[in-house]
């Protein structure tokens, strides 16, 4: 005769053992399995408070082939930082960057006095990201940040970005038709959704985020670089204690030091 407490013990194994189960969205490497892991991953999502419309527009992403290529071809990277400024188009981003800090300065200023990051770094990424704004991408965000979750190369990285892609969508601040680049980053200097939710700024006061806009975009950036311990009137060249907060936002060195050198080329020093 099995004991009561036994019996008990058994049981809560067994509902551990399938909760474990309901949690186990397995990675691929194709697109073969990528509709039956949307269907584990949305049993997962809805545990973990997701709300009907992210779940719903969830379930209506695709495998994105074009995602996965992006992500294996990120050639550049790995270019000489001389090679590098000339295929992104350094010189023409510092050229340009010096006319926009004149003809913003109020917002930079003002971004400055909130953050206490100067135009240079900001202008740098804003042009090596969209060239200021003019082209932000047309691949569908939640599809490309799915593919990414559901890829066996970087799995848990993306699983964050998807459940914050999914808790934008409840809020409304993300839709399930919003477009933006090939690795699901959005807005005039390309913010992955987590980054969104944790460094979002209103930079226009309208009482709103949005990254399609200028102010918006700009204030976040430099909201996000203080969150990476950007430290007001220090330097942020290489060796030098803000350049720390610029590695923070592209693992990619040459990216860093283009955007420093870009940064310094528009800020006169």
């Known amino acids: 005769m099995i004991s009561f407490k036994f019996g008990m013990l058994v049981a809560t194994y067994a509902v551990l053992t399938m909760a474990g189960a309901a949690q186990a969205a397995q990675c691929g490497k194709s697109a073969k399995g990528f509709e039956s892991w949307k269907k584990e991953f949305a049993l997962e999502a809805k545990a973990n408070g997701v709300k009907a419309k ?42 340009r960057g010096k006319s926009l800090k004149r003809s913003n300065a109020a917002l930079f200023k003002s971004i400055e006095r909130k953050y206490g990051v100067p135009p240079g770094p900001l202008l ?22 799915a593919t990414l979750a ?16 999914l808790k934008l969508i ?55 670089l203080k969150g990476h311990g950007w430290v007001a009137g220090a330097g942020y060249q290489p060796g030098e204690p803000n350049f720390g907060a610029i590695q923070g936002w592209n693992a990619a060195s040459v990216y860093q030091r283009a955007i420093a050198l870009i940064g310094k080329q528009i800020d006169g020093g």
């Open 150 to 165: 559901y890829d066996c190369r970087r799995p848990d990285y993306f699983t964050d970005h998807l459940y914050a892609a």
């Open 54 to 95: 992210g779940i719903a527009a969830l379930m209506r992403t695709s495998y994105s082939a074009a995602t996965i290529q992006a992500d294996r071809s990120q050639k550049s990277f790995k270019l000489s930082l001389a090679a590098f400024m000339q295929k992104r188009g350094g010189p023409t981003i510092a050229a």
């Open 124 to 145: 740098a990424i804003w042009g090596m990201e969209t060239g200021f704004g003019g082209f932000t991408g047309n691949q569908n965000t939640l599809s490309a940040v």
């Open 170 to 224: 409840d809020r409304g601040t993300l839709s399930a038709g919003t477009k933006g680049a090939m690795h699901g980053e959005v807005g005039q200097t390309q913010f992955l959704p987590k980054n969104i939710l944790l460094y979002g700024a209103d930079g226009d006061g309208n009482g709103g985020v949005n990254l399609n806009g200028k102010a918006d975009a700009l204030a976040s950036t430099a909201k996000f």
